[in-house]
C-alpha cells in the first residue's frame, strides 16, 4: 500500500481512512466483518511505514526506533482525525 509522510497527524488520518477504505473493499469486508487483518504501521514521528497484513512486515530495528521512535501497529479499518489516531498510536505503541 505504500507509506505516507507528512508532518500532520490530522493528513496522515485522512490518509489512513481512504486506504482503509481501499483495503476492505478489496476484501470484500462489511460494516459488522472484516477480512482484511492489515495494521498501519506508523512511528512515533507521524509517518507511515507500510499498510499490510502483519505476515508481510518487514520488521522494525534499532536504527528504526533511533530515527523514528517507536512503533504501533494499528488494526485496520481506521477511521477518526489526528487526535483518534494519535490516541490510537499511544494504545498500540510498542513501548518495551
Known amino acids: 500500500m505504500g507509506t505516507y ?25 462489511t460494516e459488522d466483518e472484516h477480512h482484511c487483518e492489515s495494521y498501519a504501521y506508523v512511528s512515533e514521528d507521524g509517518v507511515c511505514h507500510d499498510v499490510c497484513a502483519c505476515d508481510y512486515w518487514r520488521g522494525w530495528g534499532s536504527a ?23 490516541e490510537a498510536f499511544e494504545q498500540w505503541a510498542d513501548w518495551d
Open 64 to 86: 528504526d526506533e533511533d530515527a523514528h521512535g517507536h512503533l504501533a501497529a494499528i488494526p485496520l479499518p481506521f477511521g477518526g482525525d489526528g487526535r483518534d489516531l494519535r
Open 5 to 29: 509522510e507528512n508532518a500532520s497527524w490530522q493528513g496522515l488520518a485522512e490518509w489512513l481512512t481512504q486506504v482503509s477504505k481501499e483495503v476492505c473493499e478489496a476484501n470484500d469486508c
